[in-house]
């Protein structure tokens, strides 16, 4: 009982930190915004696409997956010398709201601590995924950088949405949509303390989990701790 009690006190010190016109509804529609318009303006860019063009989606998907799990894995969970902004952020604070068994927000006021920040989303969308898209074009055609930045920019809108979607109550219906279900189970996996630094870094899909051996699965109603 003492980790619900220590997570619910952390849970209302962070609270009381959030500002008051902090709106859970105009950060994520923002991420949205930001996501959408530039993702659309680089399709809108591809012409006269050639169907060999398209295998860079795989790569794209492959490249954000990977970047996805090391900087969970080693920014987000160890303390290194460059990223303790991101480590305390990471493990100080969102694993510390959400610990099990209190794994789910209790209003949009919480998306506060779920969703990165939005000038985060602004640097993926307007810096990193064009700069990779420049390069692939350089090696390839002008298509394949449109498609790639595109490809990277939707990536990250999916985990940032399905991180909102695994922090739901388990009653939402998020947690009853099939694959959803289980790759919100993966993340309240990983959201155990006992867990949380060696296993299910991956969020949007346990690729390189299953690759490098940190991939952890219990059935889903195994933990009871892990019901709220």
Not at 7 to 21: D, K, W
Not at 99 to 112: I, K
Request: positive net charge; contains cysteine.
């Amino acid at each position: 009982m003492s980790n619900m009690h220590n997570t619910a006190v952390f849970r209302e010190q962070y609270r009381a930190y959030i500002q008051s016109r902090y709106n859970g509804w105009f950060h994520l529609g923002s991420v949205l915004l930001i996501s959408l318009t530039v993702a659309i303006y680089c399709m809108l860019q591809i012409s006269e696409l050639k169907w060999g063009e398209l295998l860079v989606i795989p790569l794209g998907i492959l490249a954000y997956n990977a970047v996805e799990y090391v900087t969970h894995r080693w920014a987000g969970h160890k303390k290194l010398r460059f990223t303790k902004l991101f480590y305390k952020r990471h493990t100080g604070d969102h694993h510390s709201f959400f610990s099990a068994p209190l794994l789910s927000f209790e209003s949009t006021r919480d998306w506060r601590i779920v969703l990165f920040p939005i000038y985060l989303t602004a640097i993926i969308a307007f810096f990193l995924a064009p700069l990779c898209g420049f390069f692939l074009s350089r090696l390839g055609s002008v298509n394949m950088g449109y498609i790639v930045a595109a490809t990277m920019i939707l990536n990250h809108l999916a985990y940032e949405l399905l991180h909102v979607g695994y922090h739901q109550p388990k009653k939402h219906w998020f947690h009853q949509v099939p694959m959803f279900r289980e790759l919100a189970h993966l993340h309240r996996i990983h959201h155990h303390r006992r867990l949380m630094k060696s296993h299910n870094f991956n969020l949007t899909f346990p690729l390189f989990d299953l690759l490098l051996g940190t991939f952890y699965w219990e059935p889903l109603d195994s933990f009871d701790d892990f019901r709220d």
